[in-house]
Each structure stands twice: as structure tokens, then as C-alpha cells.
């Protein structure tokens, strides 16, 4: 497994038990490419795969602050910077 992959895998877990404490439904995580071939192609599967984990990543964050701002909650999701 990659660094790349671990972390975004670490992200994953992290947004979705904050999101969890907030009672915040997250659309599902983007799926892991199977169709690597390994030859370093110019637009690669994975590249598509990380772009839809930014995508995701940010996704996940604002929906954790919309409901962090509601009245009643005190928990505060992580900031983009932040990845566990």
C-alpha cells in the first residue's frame, strides 16, 4: 500500500467518525482503483482516484461545519489542513 493511499484511507476514517459524532451522513468514499497497470500512464487511474478524494475530502468538511454551526452542537470538525 502506498503512503498516498494509506493516508487517504486515514482521511477517509477520520472525516467519517467526525461526521458520525455529528450525526452527519457522508456520501460514500470514492472507490479504490482495480485497473492499474502499473506503467505509469498520463492520466492514470489513481490520479482520478485522489482527485475524487480532494473532491470528497472538501465535500465532507463543509458538511461537518454546516452542522458544527447549528445551534445546539459543540463539536468542531477538523479544518482542511487537518488530516489524521
Request: charged share 20%; net charge negative.
Amino acid at each position: 500500500m502506498s503512503g498516498e493511499l494509506a493516508q487517504a484511507r486515514q482521511l477517509f476514517a477520520a472525516l467519517e467518525r467526525h461526521a458520525q459524532a455529528l450525526g452527519v451522513t457522508l456520501r460514500r468514499t470514492p472507490p479504490e482503483p482495480d485497473t492499474c497497470c502499473g506503467r505509469g500512464c498520463n492520466g492514470c487511474v489513481w490520479e482520478g482516484f485522489y482527485a475524487a478524494t480532494e473532491f470528497w475530502r472538501q465535500d465532507a468538511i463543509e458538511a461537518c461545519e454546516h452542522a458544527a454551526t447549528a445551534p445546539s452542537s459543540g463539536i468542531i470538525c477538523p479544518t482542511p489542513s487537518a488530516r489524521a
